[in-house]
């Protein structure tokens, strides 16, 4: 995801002007997040990355296999996980650097992850 690693490359770059705050209770900050969803499992270790890698493939997998209606939303999940992985590979942690009230701090791949996992949960639960 082009958008994502742009986005971290800018942020790690201008980290020494960081946190910036754009609106009330919306900021730019760097977080290394060591684990996943909202930081939880931060202690995994080299774990972490081949269960991620491995949830990922099959993802991938599922991605190349299904039926049209679902390849919008598995191409954002696996385009958002593919970011986040290239970010653990290379430093050990996932740049997140969107703050907003009451919420983790993220990036555009955790976006692009959760949005395809809505639209996934939409079209399975409808009928075309």
Sequence with gaps: MAADQASKW????EAHSLPRTLIDGVAIELVHNRGISFGNFAGGGAVLPVAIGAVTAVMLALLVLTRA???AALALIVG???SNLADRVRWGYVVDFVTLPHWPTFNLADAAIATGAVLLAVRVLTTD
Aim: net charge positive.
């Design 69 to 71: 209606r679902y390849t």
């Design 10 to 13: 800018v942020v790690r770059d």
């Design 80 to 82: 958002g996980s593919v």
